[in-house]
């Protein structure tokens, strides 16, 4: 199975920052990774496929990049609805695999 | 709008069998051109993708799971079912089905579930 690493695993921040958090694969998955978001209770929701195209709906604020084994998500200026865990998910082999998780909290 | 429920007992006895039913509204399974899957993630943990199934039949399994996995689906009433045998309690956890879209197109591969449904609870305890 390929292994999703994410960093940080959590992490403490205000509205405005830029945040950024970051998803390494354990091998070469070229562009084929998803993120999504998931609100204390709720379902994922799906925010970026492919490393970069932005689901509709989303937010600009929200972007991603990378390709090969390490990939980014950026948050440009957090909202206080952001508050949330962000996973990165692979989809270049079965079966799909997630990452642990980043949970983003507001100090 | 499309839209996923699933339902099912939130208790299952150890060594019984979980199963579990995703209703989809909004669109029709047998002509849609998407894999529908289940994923759980136990209370505090992370997502762990069990497996999907095309409309066609198509099934992909996690191997983690397949020997005990089979995941079906009911074109007339518009639903995709999991059914996993001899559960332990490790396999307590929040279950969510969702719809998956794949793309290939030469080069271009994209997949990704875009359509979650709410979860429902299952909790495996005598």
């Known amino acids: 199975d390929i292994q999703m690493t994410q960093s940080p695993s959590s992490l403490s921040v205000s509205v405005g920052d830029r945040v950024t958090l970051t998803c390494q694969a354990s091998?070469?998955?070229?562009?084929?990774l998803n993120w999504y978001q998931q609100q204390p209770g709720k379902a994922p929701k799906l925010l970026i496929y492919r490393v970069s195209n932005l689901e509709t709906g989303v937010p600009s604020r929200f972007s991603g990049s990378g390709s090969g084994t390490d990939f980014a998500f950026t948050i440009s200026s957090l909202q206080p609805e952001d508050i949330a865990t962000y996973y990165c998910?692979?989809?270049?082999?079965?079966?799909?695999?997630f990452g642990g998780g980043t949970k983003v909290e507001m100090k | 709008q499309v839209r996923l429920q699933e339902s099912g007992p939130g208790l299952v006895k150890p060594s019984q069998t979980l199963s579990l039913t995703c209703s989809v509204s909004g669109d029709s399974i047998s002509t849609s051109h998407y894999y529908y899957s289940w994923i759980r993630q136990p209370a505090g943990k992370g997502l762990e993708w069990i497996g999907r199934?095309?409309?066609?039949?198509?099934?992909n399994y996690n191997p983690s799971l397949k020997s005990r996995l089979t995941i079906s689906i009911d074109t007339s009433k518009n639903e995709f079912s999991l059914h996993l045998t001899s559960v332990t309690a490790a396999d307590t956890a929040v279950y969510y089905c969702?719809?998956?879209?794949?793309?290939?197109?030469?080069?271009?591969?994209?997949?990704?579930?875009?359509?979650w449904g709410k979860g429902t609870t299952v909790t495996v305890s005598s």
């Open positions: 091998q070469d998955i070229h562009k084929s």
């Open positions: 998910q692979q989809y270049d082999d079965l079966p799909l695999t």
């Open positions: 969702a719809r998956d879209i794949e793309i290939i197109a030469g080069d271009y591969h994209s997949s990704y579930m875009d359509v």
């Open positions: 199934m095309y409309a066609s039949g198509i099934t």
